[in-house]
């Protein structure tokens, strides 16, 4: 079918609004890509490209994975799977319930609803799930337990690094031997 009306001769004018009779409708389809602007790349594609991470990103070990390793850097991170190594990210941190972890945390905010098998150092808040389960030492500057939950270890919360300072100065002022 045709496009344009053909009257045999090599001189024609194409009808008006149709193209010329050398334009097939390939060329068309192809003249019209060239002219559509590129798609914008996909979330997962900009996230490869751009250098810092929003703040608001998480990265995830799903369910189904079982690693081994160490976890480090900025940014939220959610296990869901089972990790054996440390973990120390500048974000918060949350183990799901079904999860194991190995290893020590070290993390803003540390959220336990599955296992964790290890110690939580330097935490600004810890949160154990009713699901939770900590065979470790947890220091935070708060900790709330939910009921149902489960610990074994130490745990020291309301303490910062300027009150166990200000402690120990005023323990040898008065002529306490501190411990060591």
């Known amino acids: 079918m045709a496009l344009w ?3 045999g001769s090599s001189s024609s004018q194409p009808v008006s609004g149709t193209p010329a009779p050398s334009t097939t409708v390939t060329e068309l389809h192809s003249k019209a890509a060239e002219r559509v ?6 979330p997962v594609e900009a996230g490869r490209r751009s250098a ?3 703040s608001n990103v998480e990265s995830v070990i799903a ?3 079982t690693i081994e390793g160490k976890i480090t850097g900025a940014g939220d991170v959610r296990i869901a799977g089972r ?4 973990v120390a990210v500048d974000g918060n ?4 319930a079904g999860a194991r972890l190995e290893g020590q ?25 009713s699901t939770g389960v900590i065979v470790g ?21 309301g303490w910062d690094e300027k009150h166990t300072a200000d402690k120990l100065l005023s323990l040898e002022l008065k002529g306490t031997p501190r411990a060591v």
Do not use: Y
């Open 83 to 86: 990790f054996k190594g440390d």
């Open 63 to 65: 369910a189904e994975l």
């Open 137 to 157: 030492d947890v220091k935070a500057a708060s900790i709330t337990v939910a009921a149902g939950s489960r610990m074994r270890g130490h745990v020291e919360f």
């Open 5 to 7: 009306k053909d009257t």
């Open 93 to 96: 941190f949350r183990i799901d």
């Open 37 to 42: 602007a590129p798609e914008p790349p996909t």
């Open 52 to 54: 810092p991470r929003a």
């Open 105 to 129: 945390v070290r993390a803003s905010i540390v959220t336990v609803g599955g296992e964790l098998l290890g110690n939580i150092d330097a935490a600004k808040q810890v949160d154990v799930l």
